[in-house]
């Protein structure tokens, strides 16, 4: 087998977000986005990707029987006191490894670069918030953050669904119960989590992944019964966000559901993460609170992912954020370039873009 080791401690060392072991490739590192092999290692052979899947899977037969059940296997890994998330595919009837490293300290919320109004909406005793984006997009560490500033500043109980556990938060002000979901661990399904949390008089409930309709639906349920819903889904923007919640449902179901959604989303996060010009990574967040106005677009019969884009773009004095003002103010401040900015957005809005530019160039 490959000096693992040595991979653990080049991805520490050189500051690494994600390591990729795959069969034919050298073992790889994303460092600010890009991805980099570790060159004076050899490529892997399927020989090399079986002794590391022993490696992680330690004899467990619940795990190798997962992973042969499933093609996929989910867990956490400590190293030099550094936690790592681990996820193990099939390839060609070869593993492959995708490991996550986890920071030790959590940045504060203010940090992060999101506005304030994402923190007060903490303060809500019930609804649904969700943060949103691709992989990689910062999510979890945006999550984890809020349930910090909460631990810190509130006395509520909170209890989060994850897969796997990542960072471990100590009971403050809070109390706070972490339950991972899968075969053999808290809760099988986090539908499954979901459900249960109605008998455990939790104040706030996190949900890592919301993926499927079964979980949004308890979701859904839990926030009616009188509980803020904090969850993540894998969608690039609000609008999207609301399509993909609804399109969860058969048709004949969708005009109850509209509804309910219109009356318990409080807010929808969507980030992107991009390379800035100095090689640091930057958080473009895009906000919509789910005012009157939202809340009619979600209920109309057709839904049209343009109208809430628009309805985020004209109402940003009730403190939503679009991601062409984002963009536009990361521009304006030498963050990113313009070439970057309108790689982000459609063709239509680039004219839009450039207003947006001039307007808060003729504010400085």
């Known amino acids: 087998m490959i000096p693992i080791e040595k991979v653990f401690d080049t991805a520490i060392r050189e500051n690494a977000s994600d390591i990729h072991l795959i069969c034919e490739n050298k073992p790889m590192l994303r460092i600010k986005g890009s991805i980099i092999p570790i060159e004076d290692l050899k490529e892997l052979t399927p020989e090399d990707m079986f002794d590391i899947y022993d490696y992680f899977v330690r004899g467990s037969i619940e795990k190798d029987e997962v992973y042969k059940e499933t093609r996929r296997l989910d867990l956490s890994y400590e190293y030099k006191k550094i936690r790592f998330r681990v996820n193990i595919s099939s390839s060609g009837d070869v593993p492959v490894l995708t490991l996550r490293l986890i920071p030790n300290v959590l940045p504060a919320f203010k940090d992060l670069g999101l506005p304030d109004v994402v923190r007060r909406m903490t303060f809500q005793k019930q609804g649904v918030m969700l943060v949103t984006g691709k992989t990689n997009s910062g999510k979890t560490t945006t999550l ?19 897969n796997p556990i990542e960072f471990k938060h100590k009971s403050k002000r809070s109390i706070i119960v ?43 349920d839990m926030a009616e019964s009188g509980h803020l819903v904090i969850g993540t889904l894998h969608t690039k923007s609000c609008a999207e966000t609301i399509d993909r919640i609804i399109n969860f449902y058969d048709v004949k179901d969708q005009a109850s559901v509209k509804y309910l959604v219109s009356a318990l989303l409080k807010m929808v996060v969507s980030q992107r993460l991009l390379k800035s010009v100095n090689g640091d990574l930057i958080l473009i967040p895009e906000v919509m609170i ?32 679009s991601l062409i003002n984002s963009l536009a103010q990361a521009f304006v401040n030498e963050k990113i370039t313009l070439e970057q900015a309108k790689a982000q957005i459609e063709e239509k809005n680039i004219e839009i873009l450039n207003r947006t530019i001039m307007q808060l160039k003729i504010k400085r």
Request: aromatic share 2%; proline share 0%.
């Open 290 to 321: 789910v005012d009157n106005i939202v809340a009619g677009c979600i209920r109309k019969e057709k839904f049209s992912v343009s109208e809430i884009e628009d309805a985020i773009q004209t109402n940003l004095d009730k403190g939503n954020v």
């Open 178 to 220: 972490q339950k991972e979901i899968g075969k053999g661990k808290d809760a099988i399904t986090f539908s499954a989590g979901v459900k249960n949390s109605l008998r455990e008089d939790c104040d706030i409930l996190v949900i890592g992944e919301i993926r499927d309709k079964e979980t949004m639906e308890a979701a859904i």
């Open 144 to 162: 984890n953050a809020l349930i910090n500033e909460v631990n810190e500043s509130q006395n509520r109980k909170i209890l989060t669904l994850e």
